[in-house]
Each structure stands twice: as structure tokens, then as C-alpha cells.
């Protein structure tokens, strides 16, 4: 695998002198950012938090440089904005949205529907009937509270098993798969311009999981379900490559939805070593060849910008370093990359 990307470095001219080792300066040289080099029609964005946006004026700095779209790493996920019934806490989300807007960017908004990450207080043992009406509940009030501030929703969240069917959730168990039809049409109703996403892990290469997913896309938009997207998370790893991204988020094009890739990361075994930094340069590349060579590809983001606060290692013992900058903030080869990779596809696009 490293033999092979290094030669694929080779082929494609890479040189490490195209970054910078600092953070870049987004108002006096543009040209030099990810957002200054991204063409107009495809936004760049990386997930971020509260912590460091608050405490960190490099982490601050460097969101604004390069990305033109902030995804709400945790601050909208519904455990954290109600905690307890009826007594939301915008305070992290609202923000985001300020930083965002103060920045020029964008913001996506993740997740509405998901297994993980519901309020303690919420539970199995009620009603259908309640659980459906304290989901639709969550949905519409956080909707509407950021209409027209938020351009996209993950609406629904990892909803397929790895096996391709539907996951088994408590929503499932409660409340049939219609719930994930529901879920969008609620959205739709409280904020009719935002576009809507479902988004999954697995799905980047041609698994059994994308099929499944490609199989409900498919059937929810032939109902007329308000499905405008679909996210590939692609947390990747060197031992597991995507095959065929371009394909198979072409298929998924063809069914009339836009793509994203909408939480690129890619995880090292620890410590990293220079050649395995370069691999991993190459695989953010083969993502980003991806989602431009997909004309209705939307956006290209990646889940955290730097080692300093990658959910990486405490989900995974013993790996890290999964970012585009590293812990001191300096740029790694994988923003190298993706930079020498903006400016190829400048030079060879007709204006
Ligand atoms: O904020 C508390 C802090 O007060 C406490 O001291 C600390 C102790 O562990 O926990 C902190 O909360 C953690 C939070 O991240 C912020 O760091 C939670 O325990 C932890 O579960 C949470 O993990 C997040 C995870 O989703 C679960 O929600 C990760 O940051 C976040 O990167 C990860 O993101 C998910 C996407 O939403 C969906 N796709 C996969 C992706 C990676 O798992």
C-alpha cells in the first residue's frame, strides 16, 4: 500500500514545498487557503467545536482561513441542546452560527436522527405515539429555530447496517421505517430551503452498506420523500481505500440527489511516520478527486482540522494524527496535497 501511494505521489508531482508550515493568514493570501483555491460551486468545510473556538485563537484563525463551512461537530446533536425535557441549551450551537456568519461561512447542521446521542430522559418503553411526537417535537423546533441560517441538515444518521438493511435503532424498533420518511418531511416543513441530507460511514467505496443505502435513497425519492442529499462520511483508514468513489457517488447522482463528503478523516496508527503522513495525503486527495469529478458533489468536509482535538483517539486507542494539521497547528501533507490538488483542477477547468 505505501509502495503503491508513493509512486502515486510520484505520478501526480506532489511536492511538499506546495503548503506551508504555518497557519494560513485567509486575508493576505487567499489564493493560499482551501477555501481561496475550492471552486465556487463546491463549498469546504470541517467540523468544529466548542472548546477550542472559544479557548484558541490559532484553531479560530485557521477554521476561518480555510474553510468556507462549518459542520456542528456535537453542539446540534439533541442530547446537548435539550438535556432535559422542554429546556433547550442553544448556547454552543448559537455560537457556531455566530463565528460562522462572522467568517463567511456556511453552516451544516448534524444530525437531527440518529441512534446516539438522544437525551437520557427519552425512552424505549414509551408509546409509539410518544416517541414519535417527541421526535417530530426536536425536529421542527430545531429546524425552524435555524431557518435559513443553516443550508443543510444531516436529517437522518447512520440509519443502515452493514449488512444493507436498516439499522436496528429504537427508532426502528418503535416506530417502523417510516420514521426516516417522516423525519425529512418534517424538516421540509419547518425550513423549506434548507437541503436536506441522510448521511452514513461504509458507504464511500462499493459495499454492501452503500447498496442498502442507494436502495432506500432510491425508494424514498420515488415516494416523493424531500431527500436532497446524500453524505458520505468517509473516516477512513490506509488498510481500507475506497473503491470507486467517483462510481458509486455517481450512481447515487443519477438517482437526482446531490453528494458531499461530509466527514473525511483519516486515522494513523500512533506514532505516525512520514510515509504513512503521505499516504494518508493521498487518500484525502483520492476523496477530494472524488467529490470534483461528481457534478453535483456540494461539499468536501472534514471532521475536525486538527490533531489538537480529532475525536480519533478516544474512539480508537492507539490511533490518531487523522487530521490536516497537527496538534501545534502546523499543516501536515494531507493539506499540502489537498492545496496542489485545488490548483490542478484550476488550471485544467476552462473558466
Ligand atoms: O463535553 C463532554 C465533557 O464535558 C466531558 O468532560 C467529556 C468526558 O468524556 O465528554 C465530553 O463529551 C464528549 C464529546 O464528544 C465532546 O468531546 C462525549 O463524551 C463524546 O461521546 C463525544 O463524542 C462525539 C461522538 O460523535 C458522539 O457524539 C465526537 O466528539 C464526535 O466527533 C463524533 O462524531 C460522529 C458524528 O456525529 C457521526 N459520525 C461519526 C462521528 C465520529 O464518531
Redesign the pocket.
Known sequence: MALFLVACAAYVGWDRDVGQADPPSGQDAPSLTLRGLMPGNVRIGA?A?GALLDADPRYRATLAADFNAITA??AM?WANLEPTPGAYDWTASDRLISFAQENGQAVYG??LVWH??VPPWVSEEWSAERLRAALRQHVVTTVTRYRGQVWAWDVV??VIAEDGSLRDSMWLRRLGPSYIADAFRWAHEADPDARLFINE?GVEGRTKKANGLFKLVRGLRADGVPVHGVGF?A?LRLDAVPEDPIGNMRRFAALGVSVAVT?LDVRLALPAKPEMLLDQALLYQHMLRACLAVSTCESFTV?GFTDASS?ISA?YPGYGAACLYDKDMRAKPARDLLLHELRTHADETPS
Do not use: G, I, L, V
Open positions: 467540523a467545536d461537530e456535537n446533536k448534524h444530525t446516539s446521542s444518521n447512520e460511514y462520511q473516516h466527514e471532521w475525536w474512539h
